[in-house]
């Protein structure tokens, strides 16, 4: 979201190589293995099996049992419904009783050194906190200089953390902080200009007027480089399904469903959702628009983020002391920036809101979250999963885990709730070829699992093990890999 918050963010260039995350480098980077395949990750050398498996491939809603998979060179050689006998010389991981599920991909996230507050040195070792939760591909949903340096040395296996997608700094008209601040068209086509001619993987749009999303598309068309991020209300859906921008967060999805009698014209989109008088919109909203709606998004081809969890928990559904204080997310964040965020709740739950924020009006914004989800993938529309952490109190992975149980309380299958964060997003970042199911050749980016996620979305988080380009990272590796970004989040904190 990065855009109610203290959590600010600046563009400050790299002294986080000085604090890498874990020490062992892969062997040979991305170019070297198959250049005909955009692979941002590295692989591992050698051999590796995994036995008497369960495999979800992610191809279909099914899981085949007792496999044995063979991966060489970080790439998966061999899928074979019997045990067998290993080959000689190669790494073997007893797999009984357990299910391996491709890596997962989360789709919207931020780090704290981007944070004006926190130094970058901790960037790196923030991504070993991501793959230390199955976080094997992650976009950073608005670039700094930093991400472009960690973008390539995780392709070479010298940062050891998910293949990064970034994104530009996000063009708007108020936050000068990693930003584009643009006032004019003109001045909103240099951004894309520069954006691209840095290497940017997209444009990011927050905050920004109907004129300059106009420009921004139409210049970032003439350079082939994709649109994603806010629809402000002053844009609206339907303009932003014209567009072909990816969209996040269902911005002004709810501006779209009011009654064409309704008094008002803005909802809870962007600062909408801050404003007491805007929740009174909530009153107004025809679910007869759903479907509709759901169905131009599907035929538009627009692909949707919705950032669900965070959205809920924290202006809807609400989180108690307790809970956000015994998450394994709550270690991760500084205190400084912590302290921020809880005062910000403490006002946002404030008695004076909620005479407007009702419980009723509450229940009504995530009721149409759920029913706007379930419609867009029942329509044949593309979701894809994304955290938008650090925000809100939430961590990386955790907060990845949440947002899968989201679609399934939207009325998802688990299998496509899980679809939404590997092949829909391989798909999307156009790198199905390479990963986002288990099939021969494609990359060994895999997550072992305790239990069935089929038949509990929530047994995503089980996770015994890892295995990133071919290299298996033991629970005990990955608990030290979260340890390091404690305490790397801690050390920048106070720098
Ligand atoms: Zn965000």
């Known amino acids: 979201m990065q855009r109610f918050c203290q959590n600010r963010l600046t563009v400050r260039v790299v002294a986080w190589m000085a604090v890498v995350a874990i020490s062992t480098p892969l062997v040979h980077p991305a170019v070297a293995q198959n250049s005909a395949i955009a692979s941002r990750g590295a692989f591992a050398s050698g051999r590796l099996v995994i036995t008497n498996v369960s495999v979800i491939p992610m191809t279909r809603d099914t899981v085949v049992p007792n496999a ?7 790439r998966i050689a061999r899928i074979a419904r019997s045990a067998g006998t290993p080959p000689a010389g190669a790494t073997v991981i007893d797999g009984r009783g357990k299910y391996l599920i491709p890596g997962l991909a989360d789709m919207h996230v931020h780090l704290f050194a981007d944070n004006p507050a926190i130094h970058d040195s901790s960037g790196a070792a923030e991504l070993g906190v991501m793959l230390a939760a199955g976080v094997t591909t992650a976009r950073l949903m608005i670039g700094t200089p930093q991400h472009l340096e960690l973008r390539k040395e995780v392709a070479a296996g010298r940062v050891v953390g998910p293949q990064l997608w970034v994104a530009s700094p996000h063009i708007n008209n108020r936050d000068p902080d990693n930003a584009y601040l643009v006032k004019t068209e003109a001045e909103a086509r240099d951004a894309v200009r520069r954006a691209a001619g840095a290497g940017y993987d997209f444009i990011k749009i927050t905050f920004v007027t109907r004129p300059i999303y106009d420009a921004v598309i139409d210049e970032a068309r003439k350079h082939r480089i994709r649109v994603v991020g806010h629809v402000d209300p002053d844009v609206g859906v339907p303009r932003a399904l014209e567009g072909g921008a990816q969209l996040e967060h269902l911005d002004s999805y709810f501006e779209a469903l009011l009654a064409d009698d309704a008094p008002m014209k803005t909802s809870v989109t962007q600062y909408g959702v801050y404003q007491d008088s805007a929740w009174r919109s909530l009153d107004y909203l025809d679910d007869a628009k759903i479907a509709p709606l ?18 809920t928990t924290a202006f809807a559904i609400g989180e108690s002391d307790s809970t956000i204080h015994n998450r394994p997310d709550w270690t991760l964040w500084p205190a400084s920036l912590r302290d921020g965020y809880m ?18 009006r509450r229940a009504r914004f995530v009721d149409v979250r759920r029913k706007l989800i379930k419609a867009i993938h029942d329509s044949g529309g593309t979701i894809i999963a994304g955290s938008d952490t650090p925000e809100w109190l939430h961590a990386y992975g955790w907060g990845l885990h949440r947002e899968l ?10 299998f496509d709730a899980l679809r939404t964060a590997t092949g829909n997003s391989a798909r999307y970042l156009q790198t199905n070829p390479d990963w986002g199911t288990i099939e021969v050749g494609k990359r060994a ?19 015994e093990a890892v295995i990133l380009g071919g290299r298996p990272l033991s629970r005990a590796e990955l608990d030290t890999m979260v340890t390091r970004g404690q305490q790397a989040v801690a050390a920048a904190a106070s720098r």
């Open 68 to 74: 044995t998979v063979v991966i060489e060179n970080g």
């Open 294 to 311: 759901a169905g131009a998004t599907a035929r538009s081809g627009a692909v949707i983020g919705p950032t669900q969890n965070v959205f």
């Open 343 to 360: 005062r910000v709740r403490a006002r946002y739950w404030g008695p004076q809101s909620l005479q407007y924020r009702t419980e009723q």
């Open 405 to 414: 149980q989201s679609y399934v309380a939207a009325g998802l299958r688990p």
């Open 445 to 463: 980016d895999l997550v072992l699992l305790g239990a069935n996620p089929l038949a509990d979305i929530g047994n995503v988080a089980r996770i």
